[in-house]
């Protein structure tokens, strides 16, 4: 029938759709290694073990919140050897600038102890055994992995949730869910630098509350330009 639209199959539609995300990654990767090129984590450490806590110290906080406090933490206490030895409520007040302090005492403590115990003091470089450790969930394992061992992944927190969100590259709202949706859409080899540079991205310029739209150069592939 004249001017009826031919039928495109779901399947061809969805390649198209695929195409188009990918496309928009690519862009997305583009800028944040023009913005961002040394993009790394925020969290002060020297070493794999003061990023493990400090990754810990920093659920619900922020970087800045836990940079502030962990200078004197990690002079007091300098390795697992050191920190399994304390009590939490010895370690409480080097940390009760933090949210939720009390609790994350318990967890550094418990966790320090397990790395003696079972790993040498050493913080294993292995997913399963970091998420077996207190207070360490899949983000903090995938953090650490790739900042520490340089093992690919793609850690999402609110920035990225947000970013992924504003950016259509996902639709799904578990973190994990969310870091599987970017694993596919950007190279192995840039999963660690993604995550990095995308925080910085949502922290300092597409925040939650007022986001630089004026000058952000993606803002042709966000839905709140409307182009999609």
């Known amino acids: ?124 470089a292995d997913k399963a055994q970091l998420q077996a450790l207190p207070g360490v969930g899949w983000k903090t394992a995938t953090v650490v992995l790739g900042a520490a061992f340089g093992i690919p992944g793609i850690a999402v927190d609110t920035h990225l949730t947000r970013l992924a969100h504003r950016l259509g590259l996902s639709q799904e709202k578990n973190p994990e869910k969310i870091g599987a949706d970017l694993e596919k859409l950007f190279p192995r080899d840039k999963w660690v630098f993604v995550h990095h540079a995308l925080i910085l991205f949502g922290r300092y310029r597409c925040t939650a509350r007022k986001p630089r739209c004026q000058d952000c150069p993606l803002y042709t592939e966000c839905r709140s330009q409307g182009a999609w």
Not at 24 to 47: D, G, I, K, S
Not at 92 to 118: F, H
């Open 1 to 124: 029938m004249a001017g009826t639209k031919p039928r495109v199959a779901r399947g061809q539609r969805q390649r198209a759709s695929w195409r188009i995300i990918k496309k928009r990654a690519l862009r997305v990767l583009e800028v944040m290694e023009v913005l961002y090129p040394q993009a790394a984590t925020e969290l002060f450490h020297r070493n794999p073990f003061e990023l493990l806590i400090a990754t810990v110290l920093s659920a619900q906080a922020t970087d800045a919140s836990v940079n502030r406090a962990t200078p004197a933490l990690f002079a007091r206490y300098p390795n697992a050897q050191a920190l399994a030895q304390a009590t939490p409520e010895e370690v409480e007040p080097y940390i009760k600038t933090i949210g939720l302090y009390r609790s994350k005492a318990r967890n550094i403590v418990q966790l320090a102890r397990q790395l003696v115990e079972k790993h040498g003091g050493q913080v294993p």
